[in-house]
């Protein structure tokens, strides 16, 4: 349960680090606009004009420059315009992209290592036949031999380093499982 | 609804129970545990005291306890006692050895389903022995007190992990959707619309061009415009679509094959008790996240908000293990899975209170009044933690924020209720042909090439959508687009109606009236009827690959452009035929009556109704979504019509049928059972079957009951007094006793094959020299539910449905007779429904 409560402080953790990143880059000057929206007038083309402009100048006379119109027309022409003041948090996006590039290239690295270099390395280590018996022993694991492990297994090696690959041996029997079921009996996820 | 059915029903059993007490043993009955009975001061839980009505079934032993004595006891040793007995954990000091609870008991085996009514006086119990120690000291009072509290940050902790999540989700989907076109020079991380934040080089026509965006043809050849430049963006295409659904597709089938899918069939069968080991584990959160982004930005006809529910559960089950309430008690995590799917939708379309009411009216199974408010505070929560991540830039939490309010007319009702029948019709075309078609990606050799099949259909996706800009753009964009009314802001190719040259003179404001359509109106039109059958056509192949894919936003797309369509028809039609008497009156010139919007958010909730049958919580999503409060009454009117009219051509909505189609043991709590069969005709063992497998209460050596157990497949024995009399005493779950046994035998002095096993409170008297006994009254259910033979099938459906029994004994006269399970009655209403009663799962 030890490395539970660290799983978990860790992703609580990640959630904190998210929630402060996006205060954290709420305020660049880059990060407010005010976009107004004009449309034709007379013969006037549409426009959209943008200004970095706080919230009490996001109208139209403030961001619309050069005003296309005469002195008397300014008012009819603003009136056309829509000016919506947006904000965003450029620290926030450029965190999140990377944070997701960051998860996804390693999870593409260990799915490679995985498939890839974990099997060659065995089969250099141990010899072929081992390996196949193994997987062999994988695959005729019951879903009710479980209730009969439950006990022998939580007396099992005290070892740090064997609790880690305990722990990675199980979970890799659960994906197979999981596929198993998905992937090659059908039976749930259909 | 199941929590007032609880107490009824509890009241009902409790008042028989008294009854044959009464009967039997007139002179047992002391009337002791009626005075215990105290009003339950638990705040934290709103369910009737079960604990002591159950107990009036212990008194209908017939062979009651050698003295009194034993009962008195545990009776006065106060509260925790008296519950333990109805726990089926016995008074603890009889069974010596197991003092402490044996690891593993009371736990389930994967693809089981739960016992509600265990589960539930399971924390009941701990919930009274808090409170009872909590007057004794501060330390417990502050335990107590955190205790109670630990449902609430609980929640809060859900709500800021999913709302995070989502903002994180739709930052990252928006950027790699747009990575598809081309890539931003001023950052790679900016998608299209904020890599022009600042730029002052758009134009009113192509409001998203701008020159530090650039499209991958601009990259590579240098040219902008023209055949080559189209091609080498067409084949940019189609190239990342094949790549983002291969990274999905493989990480799924590499890392959480349970992460495909859109999750939400699954879920509710969760809901309803099943078990699926790891379906809300940390590796199907995380490649689902990861694999959910890479998914939409494919470009495939998919949505992002039925996964998203699976997520929040995902962070809810995740967060469980926290608190110890929640993560020894399954009930009570359901309690917390249920509002979690609430916050699911409520990140997902930024509608909270539709959430809730998601929740309650389409996933929940068990949904007391204590879940509907933490799922609200839980959704408020989710709600303001994406708001504060602001991923759409509009200070709003949803990307269809619609800005009109023009008000609608009562003979518009007729147009709302015809786009309703199509979404009936579509909902109900959609199911059978979705149905079939993953029915024979489950039976044929379709099934065994996930990955080719995800590839094709992209690149298939990628090859047809491109060149049809509806199809190219994101559903949600697509969505977003056809909700919104054309002003004279709008520069699109579906606001290309002519434009009139005098209203602009005297006009104020931007709306503007109804105008004749333009040749760019009737270039979107028509694109928007390819676009409509191709969506059509490859949702059906893509809900239910292997990989993250919801239904809501395709669905939805499909509803909006047939909407879109009908609403410029309309639109059209009474502009030319303005004196038409239907149209005199307030269709007059120069009116603004028809708003082809309206007509699109109206399509959508029917198409959307038709597919998934909600009512209720899709017109608050609608409206949430939208923000058009004054749109209810058309969204409801097709909302109704569209569920008519597709459960006209069959009741179950989508996710009904998938459960179906998978065979999960799931009781459909709307379906009513009519048929006039007995208890007799469904229990096990059948006529020409061999006598159920019981077990004594005393007399069997371990060895007897273990080649039992090894010899039969089920997963739990009841227990009578004797063979000969078959007189029921309770209910022992085969994983219970395979680990007490196995724990005995390891820890236990001198307990052999032939040692006995005891299941009474006293241990009979045996040879001086014999092995020492197995007690094992810890693990016995004293309060099995019973029916008798001739108790009609419709009762007992209801039994199972409003108290989430797993089995229930039959009895005769008194006598065991026979057990139904939760998948004896699937069968039996299988066979019933012509269907096979093998499908269902794991039977």
């Known amino acids: ?190 | 609804m199941f929590q007032y059915w609880t107490n009824l029903f509890r009241k009902y059993t409790s008042e028989i129970g008294r009854g044959f007490g009464g009967m039997d043993n007139p002179g047992y009955r002391t009337g002791s545990f009626d005075g215990l009975h105290h009003p339950s001061d638990d705040d934290d839980d709103e369910m009737v005291d079960i604990a002591g009505a159950t107990l009036d079934f212990s008194t209908t032993d017939d062979v009651p306890p050698l003295s009194s004595g034993g009962y008195n006891e545990y009776g006065t040793s106060g509260v925790g006692g008296r519950a333990a007995g109805v726990n089926g954990n016995g008074p603890t000091k009889l069974v010596d050895p197991l003092e402490d609870p044996v690891p593993g008991v009371g736990t389930y085996e994967d693809f089981n389903t739960i016992d509600w009514v265990r589960e539930k006086s399971k924390d009941r119990d701990r919930h009274r022995e808090i409170t009872s120690k909590s007057r004794q000291s501060t330390v417990a009072l502050l335990h107590s007190v955190s205790d109670a509290f630990s449902g609430w940050l609980l929640m809060l902790l859900v709500g800021l992990m999913s709302g995070a999540l989502a903002g994180g989700i739709d930052i990252s989907a928006h950027w790699l959707t747009d990575m598809k076109e081309g890539v931003c020079l001023n950052g790679f991380w900016f998608n299209h619309e904020h890599c022009c934040w600042t730029s002052n080089e758009t134009t009113f026509q192509e409001r998203d061009r701008c020159p530090q965006w650039k499209s991958w043809a601009e990259l590579i050849t240098g040219a902008t415009e023209g055949p080559f430049a189209y091609i080498v963006n067409y084949l940019m295409y189609i190239v990342w679509a094949l790549l983002f659904s291969f990274l999905a597709v493989t990480l799924v089938r590499a890392f959480a094959p349970y992460a495909c899918g859109s999750g939400i069939p699954e879920i509710k069968t969760i809901l309803s008790g099943f078990i699926i080991r790891g379906y809300l584990g940390k590796w199907t959160l995380i490649i689902k996240t990861i694999t959910l982004v890479l998914a939409v930005s494919s470009g495939l006809s998919l949505g992002k908000e039925g996964p998203l529910v699976h997520v929040a559960c995902c962070c809810a089950n995740i967060l469980c293990h926290l608190f110890t309430k929640y993560r020894k008690n399954e009930a009570k995590r359901r309690e917390v899975l249920s509002a979690a799917a609430a916050v699911g939708v409520s990140v997902a379309f930024g509608a909270p209170i539709g959430g809730v009411l998601f929740s309650l009216e389409e996933v929940s199974y068990y949904f007391p009044l204590k879940t509907l408010w933490r799922s609200f505070f839980a959704a408020l929560v989710a709600a303001f933690t994406l708001r504060s991540i602001n991923p759409f830039g509009n200070s709003r939490l949803v990307l269809f924020y619609v800005e009109f309010h023009a008000p609608w007319h009562l003979l518009e009702l007729a147009p709302f209720i015809l786009l309703g029948i199509f979404g009936g019709l579509w909902g109900a075309l959609f199911i059978r042909a979705n149905i079939a078609w993953c029915r024979r990606r489950k039976s044929t050799r379709l099934g065994h090439y996930p990955i080719i099949e995800v590839l094709v259909v992209a690149g298939f996706t990628a090859l047809l959508s491109y060149p049809n800009s509806y199809t190219r753009m994101s559903g949600a964009e697509l969505i977003s687009e056809l909700f919104n009314d054309c002003s004279l802001l709008d520069s699109s190719q579906l606001c290309g109606y002519q434009q009139p040259s005098n209203i602009s003179e005297t006009g104020v404001g931007n709306t503007l009236a109804d105008r004749p359509a333009g040749p760019g109106l009737y270039t979107a039109l028509w694109q928007l009827a390819l676009a409509l059958v191709f969506k059509m056509m490859i949702t059906v192949v893509t809900f239910g690959m292997k990989v993250p894919s919801g239904l809501f936003i395709p669905s939805m797309a499909v509803g909006a452009i047939a909407g879109r369509l009908l609403g410029v028809g309309m639109e059209q039609l009474a502009y030319y035929n303005h004196d038409w008497i239907i149209f005199k009156g307030w269709c007059s010139p120069g009116a603004d009556c028809i708003t082809p919007g309206l007509y699109a958010m109206v399509g959508a909730a029917a198409c959307l109704g038709g597919v998934t049958r909600m009512t209720v919580s899709l017109v608050v999503i609608m409206f949430e979504l939208t923000g058009g409060l004054e749109y209810i009454v058309p969204l409801m009117a097709a909302t109704m019509t569209s569920k008519w009219v597709a459960d006209a051509f069959g009741r179950e909505g989508i996710y009904e049928a998938h459960i179906r189609l998978n065979g999960y043991p799931f009781l459909e709590p709307k379906e009513e059972f009519e048929h006039n069969s007995l208890a007799v005709d469904v229990m096990r063992p059948r006529r020409a079957d061999p006598a159920l497998a019981v077990l004594t209460q005393e007399g069997m050596t371990v060895g007897e009951v273990e080649s039992l157990v090894e010899s039969t497949h089920y997963s739990g024995f009841p227990v009578v007094v004797s063979q000969e009399s078959q007189r029921l005493v309770g209910f022992v779950l085969r994983r219970d006793l395979l680990i007490s046994i196995d724990n005995a035998r390891q820890r236990q002095e001198g307990v052999v094959s032939a040692s006995q096993v005891v299941f009474t409170e006293h241990a009979p008297s045996q040879a001086p020299d014999a092995p020492p006994p197995l007690r094992l009254r810890g693990i016995l259910d004293l309060s099995p539910f019973t029916v008798t033979d001739h108790t009609p099938m419709d009762i007992t459906v209801d039994i199972f449905r409003k108290l989430g029994l797993r089995q229930c004994l039959v009895t005769h006269n008194g006598r065991l007779l026979g057990i139904i399970t939760k998948k004896d009655i699937l069968k039996h209403m299988a066979q019933i429904a012509n269907r096979d009663p093998d499908s269902i799962l794991f039977n």
């Not at chain 1, 997987?135 to 880690?164: E, I, Y």
Request: charged letters at 25%.
């Open chain 1, 1 to 190: 349960t030890v490395k539970m409560k660290s799983v978990f402080f860790i992703e609580l953790l990640s959630v904190v680090c998210f929630l402060l990143l996006t205060q954290a880059g709420a305020k660049n000057s880059e990060d407010i606009r005010c976009k107004c929206i004009c449309p034709p007038y007379r013969d006037i083309e549409g426009q959209i004009y943008k200004q970095n402009v706080s919230l009490k100048d996001c109208n139209c006379l403030h961001v619309v420059e050069p005003m296309p119109v005469d002195g008397k027309d300014v008012e009819a022409y603003c009136l056309r315009c829509e000016c919506k003041y947006e904000e965003r948090s450029s620290g926030t996006i450029k965190g999140t992209i990377i944070m997701y590039l960051s998860i996804l290239g390693l999870l593409l690295l260990y799915m490679v290592y995985l498939t890839l270099l974990e099997p060659m390395l065995k089969r250099r280590l141990f010899g072929h036949s081992q390996l196949i018996q193994s997987d062999d022993d994988v695959g005729d694991q019951q879903p009710f031999a479980n209730a009969h492990n439950v006990l022998s297994r939580s007396h099992s090696r005290p070892n740090m380093l064997n609790k880690v690959e305990h722990a990675q041996q199980r979970w890799r029997r659960q994906v197979q499982e999981q596929r198993k079921s998905v992937f090659d009996r059908h039976v749930v996820l259909s």
